[in-house]
């Protein structure tokens, strides 16, 4: 997987998380 690709899953985990930091 690419940074990119990377970079959004992370985005997209923080989305289904409730978690706020």
């Known amino acids: 997987m690419t ?3 990377r ?3 992370y ?3 923080r989305d289904w998380l409730p ?3």
């Open 3 to 5: 940074e990119l690709g």
């Open 7 to 9: 970079w959004l899953t």
């Open 11 to 13: 985005e997209a985990i």
């Open 19 to 21: 978690i706020q930091e």
